[in-house]
């Protein structure tokens, strides 16, 4: 059964806990975003486990260097999860590994900006990583002719574990949970919705249905 990632791109804790609360019944991981984390702080990852212990808490922290020090703070602050950027070498993704370890936690690894992302999400976890996200970020996203179909062709191809986050929403999320993911990373599609709730449980019974 794929999972449900809500990615939270908002600027305070205050909104972010007011729309995780929203969601939380159709959602299995919930992410703070970078934008999220810079704005906040660590403090934003304490608040999220204290209030959700049973979901599963994402920090993207997008970690380009010292891997293992910023995987520690992430996961003593509370997250289950941390972004590190697959773009960087292979000893950042082999430190944070080596702090998840320590911590009965995981690393993600973030394939933004990476050229070709399934050779690279196929290198990364043989280095330990519990899943590759296939990515495309909110700049991509802005270019002409973007279509999330890249990231369904290259989960399919994949052969690895990966998550697809860059536009996931309701009349795609069946395309991407057919294409193999373990994850589906929703962001604007729920706390850019009218009614995020709604939008989550929509995007829930696609993913279970499909
Ligand atoms: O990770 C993200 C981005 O880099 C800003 O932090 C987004 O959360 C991710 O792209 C998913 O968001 P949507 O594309 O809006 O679904």
Do not use: C, W
Request: net charge negative.
């Amino acid at each position: 059964m794929a999972k449900l990632q809500v990615a939270i791109d908002l600027l305070t804790t205050e909104e972010a806990l007011a729309l995780a609360t929203k969601v939380a019944p159709y959602i299995d991981i919930i992410e703070l975003g970078t934008p999220l984390i810079k704005s906040e702080g660590l403090a934003v990852i304490t608040a999220m486990k204290n209030a959700f212990p049973d979901k599963i808490v994402f920090a993207d922290f997008k970690t380009a260097d010292a891997g293992e020090l910023e995987a520690d703070m992430a996961f003593k602050a509370g997250a289950d999860l941390i972004t590190i950027l697959g773009a960087t070498g292979d000893a950042t993704i082999i430190g944070a590994v080596k702090a998840a370890k320590t911590h009965g936690k995981g690393v993600v690894v973030d394939t933004i900006g990476v050229t070709d992302r399934v050779k690279r999400a196929q290198e990364v976890i043989a280095l330990g990583v519990e899943f590759v996200e296939l990515h495309a970020g909110l700049d991509e996203q802005a270019q002409p002719g973007y279509s999330i179909q890249v990231l369904i062709d290259e989960a399919s191809r994949a052969g690895v574990p990966v998550s697809i986050a860059g536009g996931v929403k309701l009349s795609n999320i069946a395309a991407v949970k057919a294409s193999g993911v373990k994850v589906a990373v929703a962001g604007a599609a729920i706390y850019g919705a009218a009614d995020p709730a709604a939008a989550a449980k929509e995007l829930r019974e696609a993913l279970d249905a499909a």
